[in-house]
């Protein structure tokens, strides 16, 4: 198994992630980039514009729903707070959820 490691930038939690390689997490970075019309590095930003910020919701979802993935292990991925992380996957909306799920199927299972 791949074993990466995360660390958030602003509390400097440190996580080792095995089930979910960085790989896996950039190529759904990327598809959200393409379906919402945004570069992956601002999904990765600080951006709170509200196409950014949806994209980044689906990309939480989808790690959330589809990968079973942590929210502290998704927040140190992306750099942010669990809590916010909790927001994010509560706010998505659910058929831009289902959307990327689906364009990301042929690498999640």
Do not use: W
């Amino acid at each position: 198994m791949n074993d990466a490691i995360c660390v958030c930038r602003r509390c400097g939690y440190e996580n080792v992630l095995s089930s979910v390689t960085d790989d896996v997490i950039y190529r759904i970075v990327k598809k959200a980039g393409s379906l919402f019309l945004v570069d992956a590095d601002m999904i990765l930003s600080r951006s709170q514009r509200q196409r950014v910020v949806a994209a980044r919701q689906a990309v939480c979802a989808v790690l959330r729903n589809d990968l079973a993935m942590p929210y502290t292990d998704i927040g140190a991925t992306l750099g942010r707070d669990h809590t916010t992380i909790i927001h994010a996957v509560r706010r998505c909306d659910p058929d831009m959820m289902v959307r990327l799920s689906d364009a990301c199927a042929e690498f999640l299972s």
